[in-house]
């Protein structure tokens, strides 16, 4: 119903920044809320940052004044530009919608593939 692509991974040197995009296809009705998880080996997936339909955006404080997080919803994209990056950014980084499609009455997650971010010291 809802596909989520990912892009924008790499490695880069501590100190440097990546954008991260990911672009949801489908048969979408509203995607209230778009956000930013990741999982770094051996540890919990967490949040990173989560934007609003009207722009209202929160952040986990490790990223804070680092990371922006932005949504394009003529393209059902959202973009997770990290700057500042610091070796325990290392982690894969997954995009998550919250989207309803025309066929179902509610909301349901969507999860991204994941890409690889790795942060050298």
């Known amino acids: 119903q809802v596909q989520l692509v990912e892009s924008g991974g790499g490695l880069v040197q501590a100190g440097g920044s990546l954008r991260l995009s990911c672009a949801a296809s489908?048969?979408?009705?509203?995607?209230?809320?778009m956000g930013w998880y990741r999982q770094a080996p051996g540890k919990q997936r967490e949040l990173v940052a989560v934007?609003?339909?009207?722009?209202?955006?929160t952040y986990a404080d490790s990223v804070k004044g680092r990371f922006t997080i932005d949504r394009d919803n003529a393209k059902n994209t959202v973009y997770l530009q990290m700057n500042s990056l610091k070796p325990e950014d290392t982690a894969v980084y997954y995009c998550?919608?919250?989207?309803?499609?025309?066929?179902?009455?509610?909301?349901?997650?969507?999860w991204g593939q994941g890409t690889q971010v790795t942060v050298s010291s």
């Open positions: 489908g048969s979408i009705y509203s995607i209230p809320t």
């Open positions: 934007v609003s339909s009207s722009g209202s955006t």
């Open positions: 998550k919608f919250e989207a309803r499609v025309w066929t179902v009455p509610y909301q349901q997650a969507y």
